[in-house]
């Protein structure tokens, strides 16, 4: 699920050093701000592809690292990658084979924009609520999320839930974001397992 951004010097940018997308410096930004992915994490990222933020995650943390996308992503050393969807059970049960518990789930991803909002909102609403029932499967006590979302009417309701599974939670817009977007990211600190949720589909 890579990024919908056109090809303007963000883009260029990216390309001149490495990088699959643009989106590699929204992740490097909010590591900047908030260290949120510590050097011997455990990484699963939901909705990889093309993999620019397993390239980023890749040079902060000697741990393990798991992308998961619907499209294949090309090989990175070091990574081990899985085409699937991340809502299927048997998909997290392939990446908890691997990793188990798991330090962070990040996840950039985003559905098609059809261009209405309230549909699109709804979307990309239920892409997170999947994301956050993954991660609150898979991640070990204390541990973080990072998650795309959309402001919007849906939007406080979604932070509400996420608000009631760790103890801190920060809303943050990052520096490549282009300006007038609603696009935002939900910075989730330390899980509390409120219930036994890693028996949860």
């Known amino acids: 699920m890579g990024s919908q951004w056109s090809r303007d ?4 940018k990216a390309t001149s050093e ?16 908030f260290g949120i992915i510590r050097p011997t994490d ?16 890749r040079n902060i943390t000697e741990g393990v690292i798991i992308g998961i ?9 070091g990574v081990t990658t899985i085409t699937g969807d991340f809502t299927n059970p048997l ?3 392939e990446a908890q084979r691997i990793i188990d518990p798991v330090s962070i ?17 709804a979307r ?11 991660a609150r499967v898979v991640l070990k006590q204390g541990g973080n999320f990072v998650v795309k979302t959309f402001q919007g009417e849906l939007f406080n309701d979604f932070l509400a839930e ?13 520096k490549a974001t282009r300006k007038g977007s609603t696009e935002t990211y939900i910075i989730a600190r330390n899980y509390i397992h409120t219930r036994d949720d890693r028996e949860a589909d």
Do not use: H, M
């Open 162 to 174: 996420v608000r009631a599974n760790f103890y801190s939670v920060r809303i943050y817009s990052t």
């Open 9 to 12: 010097s963000a883009y260029t």
């Open 105 to 121: 789930v990040t996840c950039d991803a985003s559905p098609k924009i059809s261009g209405k909002k309230s549909y699109d909102q």
């Open 42 to 57: 455990s990484v699963i990222d939901l909705g990889s592809a093309p993999g620019s933020w397993l390239q980023v995650l």
């Open 91 to 93: 998909i997290r049960a």
């Open 69 to 77: 996308d619907l499209n294949p992503i090309a090989p990175l050393q």
């Open 18 to 33: 490495g990088y699959r997308s643009r989106a590699s410096y929204k992740l490097l930004d909010i590591q900047a701000k």
């Open 124 to 134: 990309i609403i239920d892409l997170n609520e999947e994301a956050l029932r993954f």
